[in-house]
């Protein structure tokens, strides 16, 4: 994805939360670069502000309609209701006003990909990996259980079972998970790790296979063999 601002900490903070999530990020501090980087780099989706210098967001955003570009969400300091119509009259899919939690921005991404079809990859090689019939894909933050059916997960529970898969059939102390699972955006994270834990496995029940096992005094073993799809 592509995120447009002339406000350099906006940029990449951005840059930082997203690609904490999965996701590959390009920035931009105006259309003139963000046009570059379109003609030479697929993007599916464009996080916009408004008010740049040179060519405003509202018209980058109808050439980018016009030509059935990428999803574009504005993310402007213009919150009023006219501003908001404007914005997805010109061709937004969504509009958010600042300041925005990283948490808004986030499921705002994840709807504005969904509505694409399309999946942002933390790199060029495959996510997608199986374990006892589930599937898994890190990119979109997806899990399908053995029938096909999408299991909702909280940003937390995703990050905790994200380590395990990443780490499969070794044993992980609690501290060792809240680290890895920790990103910029750590509100998600405020319960404890047992809780978190305790929540994937009841998600994870399958026909009473264990799945994460418990090594007392150690923490957590996620048992299945992992394999990437």
């Not at 309609?65 to 997805?88: M, N, V």
Request: a neutral charge; glycine letters at 8%.
């Amino acid at each position: 994805m592509l995120v447009v601002d002339d406000d350099r900490d906006i940029r990449m903070l951005l840059a930082n939360s997203l690609g904490s999530r999965g996701y590959k990020v390009e920035t931009a501090s105006n259309t003139r670069d963000m046009d570059q980087i379109l003609s030479r780099t697929p993007v599916d989706l464009v996080i916009m502000d408004i008010m740049m210098p040179g060519e405003d967001g509202l018209s980058a955003c109808r050439r980018i309609a016009r030509t059935d570009g990428p999803e574009i969400i504005f993310l402007s300091a213009l919150g009023e209701e006219q501003d908001r119509i404007l914005g997805l009259e010109v061709g937004a899919g969504h509009y958010l006003p600042k300041p925005c939690s990283p948490r808004e921005i986030l499921a705002t991404v994840r709807a504005a990909l969904r509505k694409r079809g399309a999946v942002a990859a933390t790199s060029e090689s495959g996510d997608v990996y199986t374990f006892e019939g589930w599937r898994i894909d890190l990119g979109s933050h997806e899990l399908f259980d053995p029938n096909g059916v999408l299991v909702g997960l909280t940003d937390g529970e995703f990050a905790v079972l994200r380590v395990f898969i990443e780490r499969p059939r070794r044993v992980l102390s609690r501290e060792a998970l809240l680290a890895a699972a920790r990103g910029p955006d750590s509100d998600a994270y405020d319960r404890a790790i047992d809780v978190q834990v305790s929540r994937l496995r009841r998600k994870l029940r399958s026909g009473g296979d264990e799945i994460i096992r418990t090594v007392r005094n150690e923490g957590y073993l996620f048992v299945p063999k992992v394999v990437r799809a």
